[in-house]
């Protein structure tokens, strides 16, 4: 698959991913685009394997470095014009799940809206299986205390 339609397939699917954990559309753009810039010159040897893990996880890595610089704990940006129908339940997912701790966030973004496997995602992570699963644990009981449980497929 060439570098071309790659981006073609994915672009889209790697910005909600970013917009997940960032909340933010515009920094959810750059956040996909300075990823994909960092993989475009060794595109050869990243798509002889899998090239979505490796892209996504230059996305994940260029949130948390955004994460660090910014020190973002306010509210969602106002507008979500890209945001698809139900809003109003969007909206209290995604500030639900800013509101989780950046580690929490990950592992349930991963696992629930990029469909890893416990494996994958603690290969993504650099961590063990069990702390996946206890992320993901007390991730999903804080959804679960703000009613949005259910959104995540929980």
């Not at 909206?91 to 416990?118: C, I, M, N, T, W």
Request: net charge neutral; proline share 4%.
């Amino acid at each position: 698959m060439t570098f071309e339609e790659y981006v073609s397939a994915r672009y889209l699917s790697l910005r909600r991913f970013a917009f997940l954990l960032c909340g933010d559309w515009a920094e959810a753009e750059d956040l996909v685009q300075d990823g994909l810039l960092r993989c475009h010159a060794r595109w050869d040897r990243i798509a002889r394997d899998d090239p979505h893990a490796y892209v996504r996880r230059a996305v994940l890595n260029g949130a948390r470095n955004w994460r660090r610089a910014r020190r973002l704990t306010g509210p969602l940006p106002e507008s979500l014009e890209a945001a698809p129908v139900h809003i109003d339940d969007r909206l209290a997912l995604v500030g639900a799940l800013r509101a989780l701790p950046l580690d929490q966030r990950e592992v349930l973004v991963l696992r629930y809206f990029e469909q890893l496997s416990e494996s994958e995602i603690a290969s993504h992570l650099g961590v063990a299986p069990g702390t996946v699963k206890s992320r993901a644990a007390r991730g999903l009981a804080a959804l679960r205390a703000a009613g949005l449980s259910e959104e995540v497929g929980a």
